[in-house]
């Protein structure tokens, strides 16, 4: 594939959403304007009206008719991109943990040619998770020891959902994102293998997520299924079930 240099590499920031309500609007506002014409929010099959004010104020948006998961918006962002002719998309989550205005620190190692895939990490220097549980953080922590065991690579925050990507990854021929069983936490954590496996530079890039103080609705990952669901294609892939 011919890759566009870094002047010419156009950037699409994905939000994925469902029913985030009031804080979905809060992180669009607080989208930096240069991305602003380059926003796309997947919906994730919303029934709570949230969407409506960006459709009644021009912003892109794909609606998926039922709630099919991260990895269905994934899917949804990349197939708008390549139809589009992005280079790199970007992803980052609707519910206000993630800041808008760190979109350029995941960008700027692709556009330096230093990564094909850039990952947040709450835990390196300069990443900040203010009241993120105990059983969370050491979940995340196990998981992450886990994906580095199985990969043999070296992160530090395997769970962190807001990433960048560099499309020419997915022109693979080893990577097959349209498979229907990718379309909850998988994908994530499927391209992550893959980007490894395939000796893709990936780097960390510090980032800041800030948990509510109450501790309630934290997180949508539901505990056993969830962490199933993220740890499942390592297993799958290990085991050859998958490709």
Known sequence: NIMNTP????????ILTYNEGEKLREVVNRVPGRYRNDLLIVDDGSTDGSIDFLRQAGYKV???????????GIRS?????RRYEYDIVVIMAGNGKMQPDEISRLVEPILNGEADYVQGSRFIEGGKCPNLPFKRRMGIKILT???????GFNGTDISCGFRAYHLHIIDDPGIDI???????????YYLHY???KG????????????????????TKIRPVVGWWSMIRPWVLLQLGLKK
């Open 62 to 72: 794909i609606s998926h008719r039922e709630n099919l998961g991260v990895g269905a």
């Open 194 to 196: 893959k980007a490894v």
């Open 178 to 188: 349209q498979q229907r069983w990718l379309n909850k936490y998988e994908m994530e």
């Open 77 to 81: 962002a990349f197939g708008f991109a």
């Open 7 to 14: 002047a010419e590499s156009k950037i699409l920031v994905t």
């Open 199 to 218: 000796g893709y530079k990936i780097i960390e890039v510090p980032i800041s997520m800030t948990y509510a103080e109450t501790k309630k609705d934290y």
């Open 145 to 151: 020891w886990y994906a580095n065991h199985v990969l």
